[in-house]
């Protein structure tokens, strides 16, 4: 899939960080007993380390302290909880329209759940026009548990599940649930996105990326993937380049469906770097997140193209 990748416009020797945009995560959960700390955190590391100039955490305040340790080049936005350490919907969602001009891109879901708190926000963010979200993981799962949420979406969306979010979501939207093999993974990932009108990223060996019209097939990653937080990863390299290109002042303009193969690509570039240093078992997606920036200095730069909106 190399080849047919978008170029990449060159960074610009005056820029600043707010030059390459900002992605919020919003994840984690601080209640018991499913406290959920590394995802966001990852999620956040893997925005910066794919090029974006500010990443904010968005989670519970118990757990923000832990997380910004695992992230610290993340700043934090503390979301409300009530007495049992729950996510306080209406004042979350508060906190986020009054917060929502300042971020480029939203990835929601890593370690989030997907209970009632966590469904009220997830509806209130879909149904407001603004930056585009990349949704993946408990934020999957929250969307097949609320009723006509189709009729709420306003917001420019990618998708990421793996095959047994796949499934809900399809069954949730009147789908084909069946991803086995080559012909039905794609098919699947285009139904969704056409339903939806999103881009789907339907994880998995040879991941499909598609937005209902096109539909490409990812040649990078191995199996070392299989392992806690490396789908977080992609999430967060997903948000950072949506930040960065989609109609940000960095120098080009990409769409989401471009955005989401290069971000596929990389993810799995950053894999096969491992792999081939330490074999296919034992990778952390801490040492996924730290190849990233290896894999994306790989690709071609230029003046960059206009791709789709």
Avoid at 50 to 76: F, H, Q, R, Y
Avoid at 140 to 161: C, F, H, K, S, Y
Avoid at 197 to 213: E, H, M, N, P, R
Wanted: glycine share 12%.
């Amino acid at each position: 899939m190399t080849h047919d990748l978008p170029i990449l416009p060159e960074r610009s020797v005056d820029a600043h960080k707010g030059t390459f945009g900002t992605v919020c995560v919003i994840g984690g959960q601080a209640a018991a007993p499913r406290v959920m700390i590394g995802a966001p955190a990852f999620a956040a590391t893997a925005a910066l380390r794919s090029g974006c100039g500010l990443a904010v955490l968005a989670v519970p305040s118990p757990i923000m302290p832990a997380a910004l340790v695992i992230a610290p080049g993340a700043t934090g936005l503390s979301l409300p909880v009530d007495g049992s350490r729950s996510l306080k919907p209406s004042a979350v969602a508060e906190l986020l329209d009054e917060r929502a001009g300042d971020f480029d891109c939203l990835a929601i879901g890593p370690g989030w759940g997907d209970e009632e708190p966590q469904q009220q926000v997830l509806v209130r963010l879909l149904a407001r026009e603004g930056a585009p979200m990349v949704v993946d993981a408990d934020a999957l799962n929250a969307m097949t548990r609320i009723p006509e949420v189709q009729g709420d979406l306003r917001r420019p969306m990618v998708l990421t599940p793996h095959p047994g979010e796949y499934r809900r979501l399809a069954r949730h939207f009147k789908l084909d649930p069946e991803t086995d093999g080559p012909a039905r993974r794609r098919a699947a990932a285009e139904a969704l996105a056409r339903r939806l009108g999103c881009v789907v990223v339907l994880k998995g060996a040879q991941t499909v990326i598609s937005d209902g019209l096109e539909t490409a097939v990812n040649e990078t990653g191995n199996v070392a993937l299989a392992t806690a937080g490396t789908g977080d990863v992609l999430t967060g390299v997903i948000a950072g380049l949506v930040a960065q290109f989609r109609g940000s002042s960095s120098g080009g303009a990409l769409g989401l469906f471009d955005c989401s193969r290069v971000g596929v690509h990389l993810h799995g570039r950053a894999a096969d770097l491992w792999a081939s240093r330490h074999g296919y078992a034992g990778m952390t997606a801490g040492d996924l997140v730290d190849l990233v920036p290896e894999a994306l200095a790989e690709l071609p730069r230029g003046a960059g193209i206009e791709a789709k909106p």
